[in-house]
């Protein structure tokens, strides 16, 4: 408690100019003390004008003060430095060149912690208590110190802009509303402030619902990018496998074809060199027996040669006495043939399933916002016939122009009692399911909800579990001749857009999108939906909000 009083003290004892413990301190008329030095400065700039002031209050004075240095004022200034605590303020509390001055402060300027709204000026601390003391000063609004606070000043009549002039969409001062700005719709800063901060605060929710569905978004494509990355790894995985039970298997059946040949080859050789040896032994044989006639043949003495001749001239029978037909040995060039029709119809083979292989690879699609249509054109690539399943209609609804309209009348029809038909509320379902990518639109007179649900969604009954948009089988976005609400299971949704009559839907089932767009000259988007979708939907019209005679309508779009 006395280190706080010290601290009080050590305030009250400062120059409210220099901001540091008094030095010579002096007191004007007023009775607000100053260093002396401190003082005889600022009024040294008020001598042109003749007219001095006091720097805290604003008092003035006819002439300038003169000035006599308070000798017990700076006795007990001198008492107080001798605790030892520090005089100046930290560094920190003065401003810098980014920071929001005190317009009070002369000298070095304070750090402003609150800005008046009423006073147009900014103060620190020390000069803003006036603020909490002075029972006028109490009702002035303060806000966080900044630097703009001239722009609520009237630049032509230097008055604070209190008024808002909706037709030129302008604050204004008073004078402006009784002048150049008279006849205008008028109403004051503040009202038009909460209409806006209403607006606001619909704006918001829609960026926080922006920021959910994109978090979603995140999260689906981080799961998605997980799925690519497992399927990738098992399907390279699973690929390396099947070719190298591919490669072993041909290089078993190069083996084979290798080892087949070199046996066929020893067989056929060891054939040809038995041959070859006999014929070499018959041709030795032949040789011998052709030099024992030439010897014969060269006899001086008759009966000699008549006595060998008959002994010489017998020739024995060959081993094989068919004849050898020498022909080129390429009977193997049929196996190379034979391989080389193998590898051509592989070759085939590969070529083609390659281009199945590489057709299925790049059929994989990961749809990514991007990839939206963006334009009319674009959405009716994807355009689908739609038309009402007459079972699934509610009796107080009357099918038309090919089951594509309907109608609200007051009298229920006579129905059969089919289990598909929504037994109490206004609601039918499309005869089609949908999957993969549809767009369609749908025309209406007066309210009206679109919806897409699945076909597992309940029928009979009045609870929210038949009702599209107030349970988790179904999504619907509600149209009034005022607002629209997006409805998923029983949660409301503002959703912000222009007001029209035809409607477009756009669905991406595997991708898990869901669009709802405002047709008109251009295409708004009124609501985008990310999730998984587990079943396939149905388009479905909910006249709820529709008076007996009022109808819908899915339009033809091819």
């Known amino acids: 408690m006395a280190q706080k009083g010290v601290q009080l003290d050590q305030e009250t004892f400062s120059c409210s100019i220099c901001l540091d413990l008094l030095k010579d301190p002096v007191a004007a008329t007023c009775g607000h003390s100053f260093c002396m030095d401190c003082i005889k400065t600022h009024w040294d700039k008020e001598d042109e004008k003749r ?10 004075f006819a002439s300038r003060p003169v000035l006599v240095k308070n000798t017990m004022l700076a006795a007990l200034v001198e008492e107080l430095k001798k605790t030892g605590l520090q005089a100046a303020p930290d560094d920190r509390c003065y401003a810098g060149p980014e920071d929001v001055a005190c317009d009070f402060c002369t000298g070095r300027k304070m750090k402003a912690c609150a800005s008046c709204l009423q006073c147009l000026a900014s ?12 029972a006028p000063l109490k009702k002035h609004k303060l806000v966080e110190p900044s630097k703009k ?16 002039c909706r037709t030129d969409r302008q604050p204004i001062c008073y004078l402006c ?58 399907a390279v995985e699973e690929s390396e496998k099947i070719f190298t039970e591919l490669i072993l298997l041909m290089e078993k059946r190069r083996s084979d074809v290798k080892q087949q040949v070199q046996s066929q080859q020893e067989t056929e050789v060891s054939r040809v060199k038995e041959l070859r040896g006999k014929m070499e032994r018959e041709i030795a044989e032949l040789k011998r027996k052709d030099a024992e006639l030439k010897t014969l043949a060269q006899t001086q003495d008759h009966n000699q040669f008549l006595r060998d001749f008959p002994s010489l001239s017998q020739l024995s029978e060959p081993a094989d006495p068919t004849s050898i037909n020498i022909r080129p040995l390429r009977y193997l060039d049929s196996v190379t043939a034979a391989l ?135 999504w619907a976005l509600e149209c009034d001749n005022k607002s629209y609400n997006f409805w998923y299971n029983n949660i409301k949704t503002p959703v912000r857009g222009p007001l029209c009559s035809r409607f477009g839907v756009y669905l991406d089932h595997r991708a898990g999108i869901l669009s709802f767009y405002s047709v008109s000259k251009t295409m708004t988007l009124l609501h985008r939906v990310q999730t998984t979708f587990t079943e396939p939907l149905h388009a479905g019209l909910w006249l709820g909000y529709c008076s007996h005679g009022d109808a819908a309508e899915f339009c033809k779009l091819k």
């Open 51 to 60: 007219i001095y002031s006091c720097p805290q209050c604003r008092h003035s």
């Open 340 to 474: 080389s029709e193998v590898r051509d119809e592989l070759q085939d083979a590969l070529r083609e399933e390659w281009t199945n292989i590489s057709q299925t690879v790049t059929k994989v699609d990961v749809l990514l916002s991007g990839s939206e249509p963006k334009t009319r054109a674009e959405f009716l690539k994807y355009s689908c016939d739609i038309t009402m399943d007459p079972n699934t209609l509610n009796r107080n609804l009357l099918l038309s122009e090919g089951n594509r309209r309907v109608t609200h009348v007051a009298e229920k029809q006579f129905y059969s009692g089919h289990p598909d038909r929504f037994t109490f509320w206004s609601q039918v379902l499309s005869k089609e399911s949908l999957t993969g990518r549809c767009y369609w639109e749908v025309e209406k007179r007066e309210g009206l909800c679109v919806a897409v649900a699945y076909s597992s969604i309940r029928r009979a009954g009045v609870s929210n579990l038949c009702v599209f948009g107030r349970n988790d089988r179904s």
């Open 177 to 234: 509303s009784v002048d150049e700005h008279k006849g205008h719709d008028m109403v004051s800063a503040a009202a038009e402030r909460t209409e806006r901060q209403k607006e606001l605060e619909v704006s918001r929710q829609t960026i926080h619902q922006r920021i959910q569905d994109r978090e979603k978004d995140v999260k689906l494509l981080q799961q998605q990018e997980e799925a690519i990355n497992r399927s990738a790894d098992e």
């Open 123 to 134: 103060y620190c601390e020390k000069h803003l208590q006036p603020h909490f003391e002075v």
């Open 149 to 164: 606070l001239q722009q609520s000043i009237c630049s032509r009549h230097d008055e604070v802009m209190k008024m808002f």
